[in-house]
C-alpha cells in the first residue's frame, strides 16, 4: 500500500506531460513505408518468379511430342502440322464480307475478331516456309489420322507426311508401316553406317591430318631454325616425304571405307507423301527420328521425351542449331566458368589481401578502392575489346611468335579461345571478389587478430591460420557471385573465343588433351544465335527456352556446390555458446 | 577536493631494491598529439603478481600493450623511455616484436579464442613457432589445459570448437593457451571484465596458483581483485603512476592522498 501511495505522484506527473500531436502521426509511426518496401520486394519477387516459371514451362513441354492436325480448309487446302500456339486477330472487311453468314455473325459476336492459330507445318524443302497461321473460320475439317508420321531430318527442319514406300538397297519394298520390322532395321542399319563414316571422319581421317600436320610443323620448325639449305633439313625433308607417303596411303584406305559406306547408305531411302500428295524421298541415314504422332501410347510419348532431352544433352547442334544438340555448348559453359574461377579467385583475394592487411590506410588506396568498385560498372563489350587486343593479339601473339613459329601465319594462341576468354571473364569479375574479400577481411574481429600476435605469431601466420579461415566464407560468397556473373556473360565472349559451331570441345583424347588456345561454344551465346540470327526464329524459339533453362540449371548448380562448400566452412565457426 | 597539481610518483619503501624482471623506466608514450602516458617508472618483481589499477583512461591497459609492443599495430604512436626485459631494452632496433611476443603471454579483457578447435587454440603458439607434430603438442597442451584449470572439462573433446565453451571456460582457455610456450611474462588485461562472479572466482583461484611461476601483470578495475590476487599494486592516474607498493601496504596505509581516496571508493 506504501508503495502505491509513494508511486502516484510520479505516475500523475507524467501522465500530465502532453503528447506532441505528431508522435501519433502515421507518417512517424512509418506503417505507410512497411508497406512501400514490402510492396516493392513482392514486385521484385513476382517477376524473378515469373520469369522462371516462363522459361520453365517452356522448356519443360518443348520436347513433348505433339499431335498433328490435317487441317482442310475453304479453299480446298490441305495442311498438316503441329499446333504452336493461338491468338486473336481482327480478319480484314474485304475478308470478312467473304465469309459465310454464321462465320460472319461469330466474327461479329466477338467484337470483330476471330481465332487463328500457329501450324508448324515443316516440309520446308517442298514449300519454302515451316509454319502457317490459318484462321479459325477456315477450316472446313480437322482430322487426326493415325497414318501421319512425323520425321525429325539431319538437314531442313522436320518432314510431315506418310510413309508410302522404300528402298532397300536400291530396289524398292513396299513398306507403308513405319513399325514394319524391314523399316525398322533397315533405317537402324543405315543409322548405325551413317554414325561408323561420322566415327572414321573425325578419329581415321582427322587423326591421319592431325598427324600429317605434325609431321610437316616439324619440318617447318627445322626449316626455320637451321635454313632450306642444311642437311637436316634434306634428311628430314627425305623423312618426312616417306612418312606422308604412308600417311597418305592410310588416310587414301579410311577415306574409300568411308565412301564404300556412303555409298551402301545411298541404297537406302525412304519416300513420304505429305497431307497434299507431294512425295519426297529422304535417304534413311538422314533421318534421326521418326514417329506417329496420333498413334502413341502414354509410354511411347514418355520415350520419345527423354529421347529428345538426351539427345539435346548430349549430341553436337544441327540445322543451324535449331536442334541437336547442346552438348558442345554445355561443355564450353563448364569448362570456361571453371577456369575463370581458377583464375579470379586467388588473383580477386590476393589483391585484396594487400589492399586491406597489408597497404597503408591513405588516399591512395582509397583511390585503387575507388576504380576497381568503378571497374565493376565497365560495359562488358569493353572488356571483349581489352580482352581481344591484350590477350589474344598481344600476349597470344608473342606466345606463338616464341612457341608456335613453325605454325604461322596461322594462330594458335594469337586468335579467340577458351584461355583468353577465361581470363577476360576473370578480369570482369575480379572487383566482386577484391570487394566481397575487403568486406571478408574487414569483419575478421580485431580481437583474435591481436589474440594470434600476442602469441608470437607473424603478420602473414595470423593471416594465414586466423584471419583467412575465418573470412572464407565471405570470400567464397564474393566468387560465388562471381562465378553467376561470368557464367551468364556472353558479350565479351563474342570477341574472344565463342564461335557459333566449334569442331572440337577443348578437352579431347589427342595430346596435350586440354586444348586452352580452342575455340569453344557457350550456351549464352548459343541462345543469341538460335534466337535472333538463325534462318527461321520461330523454328529456333523452343530451343532458346530449353537453352535458357539449361544456362540457369548450370549457374545454379555451380553456385549450390559453392554455397554448399561454404556452409561447411560456416558450421565449422559457428558459436554454440552465445 | 583532490588537487589537480602533478606530482610526482611515490614509492613504497618495500619496494626499494627488488629483483625486477621487467624493468620500465621514464616511459612516455603519444597516441598523435595526445600525451598517454607521463614519465611512468615501475620495477616489476619477477615471480610476483602485480595489479595496475586506476580509474578508467587512466592508460594502465596502454601500460600493459606497451610490455609486449602490441601498441607497435597502432598509426601514429611514438614512444620514448625503455621498458628493460631480462637486461635487454625491448625498444632497442635491433629487437624483433614478434620475437618478444613468444617470450609473453597475453590475456585479454574479452575471452578471444580462435575459431579452431580446442586443442589447436592451445598448440597455436607453438603452431606458429615451426612446432607442427601433434604428438609432441599434446603434452605441452594437456600440461597447459592443466595450469589453466581446465584439463578435466574438456579432456574428452579437445577436437570440438572452442567457440562453444562458456565464456568463463573461454577465458581459461586462453589462459592455457597463453602460458602454452611456458612466457617469462603473463599479462592480463581485466581478465575478469566480461565474466560472472563464478567464474571470476575460479580465474583468480588460477592466477594464485600460476603466481611464483611466472611474473604476472594484471589491469584490473576491481578493487578487490587486486587486493585479493596481487602481491603489488601500481595505481595510475591520467598517465602517471601516482603510488606504487606492496599490495597490503598500498590498501591499507596509501601514501597519496589520491590513491587513498581511489580505494576507500571516494572517486574513481
Known amino acids: 500500500m506504501t508503495s502505491t501511495s509513494n508511486l502516484a505522484p510520479t505516475a500523475s506527473s507524467n501522465l500530465s506531460r502532453t503528447v506532441p500531436a505528431k508522435a501519433d502521426d502515421v507518417r512517424s509511426r512509418g506503417e505507410p513505408f512497411t508497406w512501400l518496401l514490402g510492396g516493392a520486394l513482392a514486385l521484385g519477387c513476382l517477376m524473378i518468379a515469373g520469369l522462371l516459371a516462363l522459361v520453365v514451362w517452356n522448356g519443360f513441354v518443348t520436347f513433348i511430342p505433339k499431335p498433328i492436325e490435317v487441317l482442310t480448309e475453304n479453299s480446298g487446302a490441305i495442311s498438316a502440322g503441329e ?30 475478331y476471330a481465332t487463328r492459330f500457329l501450324i508448324k507445318t515443316g516440309n520446308f524443302d517442298l514449300y519454302g516456309e515451316d509454319f502457317k497461321w490459318v484462321a479459325d473460320f477456315d477450316v472446313a475439317t480437322r482430322s487426326l489420322p493415325r497414318d501421319m508420321v512425323l520425321v525429325e531430318r539431319m538437314e531442313w527442319g522436320p518432314l510431315i507426311g506418310r510413309l508410302i514406300g522404300m528402298t532397300v538397297d536400291g530396289t524398292s519394298v513396299a513398306v507403308t508401316d513405319i513399325a514394319d520390322p524391314r523399316f525398322v532395321d533397315a533405317h537402324r542399319a543405315a543409322r548405325d553406317r551413317w554414325r561408323k563414316i561420322a566415327d572414321l ?33 634434306r634428311r628430314a625433308a627425305v623423312t618426312y616425304e616417306s612418312v606422308a607417303a604412308a600417311l597418305a596411303k592410310d588416310h587414301q584406305r579410311s577415306t574409300a571405307e568411308a565412301a564404300a559406306l556412303v555409298d551402301t547408305n545411298k541404297g537406302f531411302t525412304a519416300t513420304f507423301a505429305d497431307a497434299q500428295g507431294t512425295s519426297k524421298t529422304v535417304a534413311l541415314d538422314a533421318i534421326v527420328r521418326l514417329y506417329a504422332a496420333n498413334d502413341l501410347s502414354w509410354f511411347d510419348k514418355i520415350a520419345i521425351y527423354l529421347a529428345r532431352w538426351w539427345e539435346f544433352l548430349s549430341d553436337d547442334p544441327r540445322e543451324a542449331n535449331t536442334e541437336g544438340g547442346v552438348w558442345p555448348a554445355l561443355f564450353g ?60 593479339y598481344l600476349v597470344g601473339g608473342t606466345i606463338d611468335e616464341v612457341f608456335f613459329q613453325e605454325r604461322l601465319p596461322s594462330p594458335t594462341f594469337g586468335t579467340g579461345g577458351l584461355l583468353w576468354s577465361s581470363l577476360t571473364l576473370a578480369l570482369l569479375t575480379v572487383p566482386v571478389v577484391i570487394v566481397a574479400t575487403e568486406e571478408a577481411l574487414s569483419a575478421v574481429p580485431r580481437s583474435i587478430r591481436e589474440a594470434s600476435l600476442a602469441c608470437g605469431a607473424s603478420k602473414w601466420q595470423t593471416i594465414k591460420y586466423v584471419v583467412l579461415p575465418r573470412a572464407m566464407p565471405g570470400i567464397l560468397t564474393g566468387i560465388i557471385l562471381a562465378m553467376a556473373r561470368g557464367a551468364g556473360e556472353v558479350a565479351p565472349l563474342m570477341l574472344v573465343g565463342v564461335v557459333k559451331l566449334a569442331p572440337a570441345l577443348p578437352i579431347d583424347g589427342t595430346f596435350p588433351f586440354i586444348h586452352l588456345e580452342r575455340s569453344f561454344m557457350h550456351l549464352g551465346f548459343h541462345i543469341y544465335d538460335v534466337g535472333f540470327q538463325s534462318r527461321n526464329s520461330e523454328a529456333g524459339k523452343p530451343m532458346v527456352f530449353v537453352t535458357t533453362m539449361l544456362l540457369m540449371t548450370v549457374v545454379f548448380g555451380m553456385n549450390l556446390a559453392a554455397i554448399l562448400i561454404r556452409n561447411r566452412l560456416k558450421t565449422r565457426f559457428a558459436t554454440a555458446a552465445f | 577536493m583532490t588537487t589537480m597539481t602533478i606530482e610526482s610518483t611515490v614509492y613504497h619503501p618495500d619496494v626499494s631494491g627488488i629483483a625486477a624482471t621487467l624493468d620500465i623506466t621514464g616511459l612516455n608514450l603519444w597516441y598523435g598529439d595526445k600525451q598517454a602516458l607521463h614519465g611512468v617508472t615501475l620495477p616489476i618483481p619477477e615471480g610476483q603478481v602485480t595489479a595496475l589499477i586506476g580509474p578508467s583512461g587512466c592508460g594502465k591497459s596502454t601500460l600493459l600493450r606497451c610490455i609486449n609492443r602490441m601498441n607497435d599495430l597502432i598509426d601514429g604512436l611514438r614512444i620514448a623511455g625503455h621498458i628493460h626485459l631480462g637486461g635487454q631494452d625491448i625498444y632497442r632496433p635491433a629487437q624483433d616484436p614478434i620475437a618478444l611476443r613468444k617470450r609473453m603471454g597475453m590475456v585479454f579483457q574479452k575471452p578471444n579464442p580462435f575459431p579452431m578447435s580446442i586443442f589447436d587454440n592451445v598448440a597455436f603458439p607453438m603452431r606458429v613457432d615451426g612446432f607442427v607434430d601433434r604428438r609432441r603438442q599434446a603434452g605441452a597442451v594437456e600440461h597447459a589445459l592443466r595450469g589453466a584449470a581446465l584439463w578435466d572439462e574438456v579432456k574428452d573433446r579437445l577436437d570440438d570448437s572452442a567457440l562453444g565453451l562458456s565464456g568463463g571456460q573461454q577465458q581459461r582457455l586462453c589462459i592455457a593457451r597463453a602460458i602454452a610456450c611456458d612466457p617469462e611474462v603473463l599479462l592480463m588485461d581485466e581478465p575478469c571484465a566480461s565474466l560472472d562472479p563464478v567464474a571470476t572466482a575460479r580465474i583468480e583461484e588460477l592466477i594464485d596458483e600460476l603466481a611464483g611461476r611466472y611474473t604476472i601483470v594484471i589491469v584490473t578495475h576491481n578493487m578487490q581483485q587486486a587486493a585479493r590476487a596481487s602481491d603489488y599494486t601500481a595505481f595510475m592516474y591520467l598517465g602517471r603512476l601516482v603510488e606504487f607498493g606492496a599490495t597490503k601496504n598500498v590498501f591499507q596505509a596509501p601514501l597519496s592522498p589520491r590513491t587513498r581516496d581511489y580505494v576507500t571508493g571516494r572517486f574513481g
Do not use: H, W
Not at chain 1, 366 to 386: E, H, M
Open chain 1, 83 to 112: 499446333r504452336v500456339r493461338q491468338e486473336s486477330f481482327r480478319p480484314a472487311p474485304d475478308v470478312v464480307a467473304k465469309l459465310s453468314a454464321t462465320a460472319r455473325e461469330n466474327v461479329a459476336g466477338n467484337g470483330g
Open chain 1, 201 to 233: 571422319e573425325r578419329d581415321d581421317i582427322g587423326g591421319i591430318n592431325a598427324r600429317i600436320e605434325q609431321e610437316r610443323l616439324e619440318l617447318r620448325s627445322i626449316e626455320l631454325s637451321e635454313g632450306r639449305g642444311s642437311e637436316s633439313y
Open chain 1, 333 to 392: 559453359t563448364f569448362t570456361m566458368t571453371l577456369l575463370m574461377v581458377v583464375a579470379v579467385a586467388p588473383f580477386g583475394i590476393v589483391t585484396a589481401l594487400y589492399l586491406r592487411e597489408y597497404a597503408r590506410q591513405g588516399r591512395f588506396v582509397a583511390f585503387v578502392r575507388i576504380c576497381v568498385n568503378n571497374l565493376a560498372g565497365v560495359p562488358s563489350i569493353v572488356y571483349g575489346v581489352f580482352g581481344l587486343g591484350f590477350f589474344a
